[in-house]
């Protein structure tokens, strides 16, 4: 069975354990290129939970709706040799409130949307600087650019990325010319 498979049935078995809790939850990460270009390798995952001002912190709010199954292991160390979906606040990374504006239905799961995406993968991509982040940003935004909106993404950041990735100078372009931006100043 192929690791992109596998971490989706991983992340089915957790999504109806935190649809069950009420919790709503998006995944993100390299997974999401995977399935887009229908390729069985990827060992990056991230489940993105939504916390609150009267709710628990979303790590708790996981940890207790899998309180009890055995199918799942609670573990504060990366460093194992299973499948692992690492659990993410909203807010901190992707939008804050996940909705059906952020989050689409991809395999009968919630992934975050294209836009969310290429805005949390860019926000990774300008602290890490990984070739990682810079592949999954120009994959999904050369395909997907029709999909992007322009006002979920901080234009500094993505100027500064299309000048280091200027494969996706054409693609950036396009969006902003959607939405009737002069793409004269595109790069600096």
């Not at 690791?3 to 109806?16: C, G, K, N, P, V």
């Not at 009420?22 to 995944?27: E, R, S």
């Not at 997974?31 to 270009?37: D, F, I, N, Q, S």
Request: proline share 5%.
């Amino acid at each position: 069975m192929s690791e992109t498979r596998r971490l989706l049935e991983a992340s089915a078995a957790l999504s109806q354990l935190l649809r069950a809790s009420g919790i709503p939850h998006a995944f993100y990460g390299s997974v999401l290129t995977a399935v887009l270009a229908n390729s069985s390798h990827t060992d990056e995952i991230f489940c993105i939970v939504e916390g609150g001002q009267n709710q628990p912190h979303a790590f708790r709010r996981v940890r207790d709706s899998l309180a009890g199954n055995g199918d799942f292991t609670i573990t504060h160390s990366p460093w194992t040799n299973r499948y692992e979906i690492e659990i993410l606040p909203a807010g901190e990374t992707g939008p804050r409130h996940l909705d059906s504006t952020t989050v689409m239905k991809m395999q009968g799961l919630p992934f975050l949307t294209i836009s969310e995406f290429i805005r949390s993968k860019l926000k990774t991509w300008m602290i890490r600087g990984e070739d990682r982040d810079a592949q999954d940003i120009s994959y999904v935004l050369s395909r997907y650019w029709n999909r992007v909106d322009i006002n979920r993404i901080p234009e500094p950041d993505m100027s500064h990325f299309v000048s280091r990735n200027t494969s996706v100078g054409p693609a950036w372009a396009a969006v902003r010319r959607k939405y009737g931006i002069d793409s004269a100043i595109l790069v600096r």
